[in-house]
C-alpha cells in the first residue's frame, strides 16, 4: 500500500513511514579497494547515545583536519585528497556517518550527525573541518551551535542549505501528497521542537566565525547551485568558487587544489 494511500486512512502513520523512508540509507557493504585503503588509518569507535560512531587517522605534525562525507558514503570518498593531505603532513580524522560505513545506526538524518561531529571534532581538536552535501550542512549545524574554539576554517562541498528545499525535492521526487507532507513537517517540530523552516543552515552560518570556502558545482543536479548562493549571502566569512562539470559529487583535483588553496595559501 503507497504511503499516499495510508494517509487517507492516518495522516501521522503516513509522514512517519515517509520520514523513516528518508532518514534510512542504505548499507552498502565496503569494496576490497574501499576497506584496504581505510585499514592504512589508526581506528577508533566513539560513542554518541546509543551509537558507535567509527573515526580513522592519519598521524601528521600539522592541523587537524576532520572529515564528514555525504549520504550512502563512507570515509574512503575523500581517498584522493587524503592522499594529498598525508603528503603535506596534515594530522587527518575521518568519520562515517551513523548508519554509514562501520559507523552502527539505521537511521540518519542532519542534526544527529552534527552531534556526532561535534563529538568527534572536540575528541581530536579539530581545526578544519571539510563537509560534503549532507555533511557539510551537518557542519555548519555543529559550528553554528557549539562554536568549537579550534576550528579555524570550515569547507562546505555541495552542501544544501536548509531543510525545507531538502523535503521539497524529496516530497516532489517521491511524488507525496499534501497530507503526507504537511505530516511530516508536524513530525519534525514534534520531535525537533522547531519547524523545518528553523534548520536553515545558511541563516543560521551568519553566526559563524570560523573562515569559510563553499565550493559548487553550477550544474549539479542533487542540490541546485542557489543553495551555495544562500550560504555565500549568509555566512559573511566565506567566499564561493563556481565549478562546472565535476556534478555533486565534486571529484576533482581542482577542486582538491582549492581546498589546499584554502586551508594553507603559502604552498
Avoid at 487517507?8 to 569494496?31: E, H, M, Q, W
Avoid at 557549539?146 to 579555524?152: A, G, I, K, M, N
Wanted: some cysteine.
Amino acid at each position: 500500500m503507497s504511503i499516499n494511500i495510508i494517509s487517507v486512512f492516518s495522516r501521522k502513520t503516513a509522514g512517519k513511514l515517509a520520514i523513516r523512508l528518508f532518514s534510512s540509507p542504505r548499507k552498502v557493504k565496503l569494496k576490497e579497494i574501499e576497506v584496504d585503503f581505510l585499514q592504512t588509518a589508526y581506528t577508533e569507535d566513539l560513542d554518541y547515545e546509543n551509537l558507535s560512531i567509527r573515526t580513522y587517522r592519519w598521524l601528521g605534525n600539522k592541523e587537524t583536519i576532520l572529515l564528514a562525507h555525504g549520504w550512502e558514503s563512507n570515509s574512503f570518498r575523500w581517498k584522493a585528497l587524503i592522499e594529498k593531505l598525508k603528503d603535506l603532513d596534515y594530522n587527518i580524522v575521518a568519520l562515517d556517518a551513523p548508519a554509514h560505513g562501520y559507523s552502527t545506526g539505521k537511521l540518519f538524518n542532519a542534526i544527529l550527525y552534527s552531534e556526532c561531529i561535534n563529538i568527534v571534532a572536540k575528541k581530536f581538536s579539530a581545526n578544519i573541518i571539510i563537509g560534503h552535501s549532507v555533511g557539510g550542512m551537518a557542519t555548519a549545524f555543529f559550528q553554528q551551535k557549539y562554536q568549537l574554539d579550534s576550528v579555524e576554517k570550515l569547507v562546505l562541498l555541495g552542501a544544501p542549505s536548509n531543510f525545507v528545499g531538502v523535503f521539497s525535492r524529496y516530497v516532489n521526487m517521491m511524488n507525496y501528497n499534501n497530507r503526507v507532507s504537511k505530516s511530516m513537517n508536524d513530525i519534525i517540530l514534534e520531535r525537533f521542537n522547531e519547524k523545518p523552516e528553523y534548520f536553515n543552515a545558511a541563516r543560521l552560518s551568519e553566526n559563524i566565525t570560523a573562515d569559510g570556502l563553499i565550493i559548487h558545482d553550477e550544474l549539479d543536479k542533487i542540490i541546485p547551485y542557489n543553495d551555495a548562493e544562500d550560504f555565500k549571502n549568509f555566512y559573511k566569512k566565506s567566499r564561493l568558487i563556481a565549478t562546472k562539470g565535476y556534478g555533486h559529487s565534486l571529484r576533482a583535483e581542482e577542486v582538491n587544489n582549492h581546498i589546499l588553496d584554502f586551508i594553507n595559501p603559502n604552498i
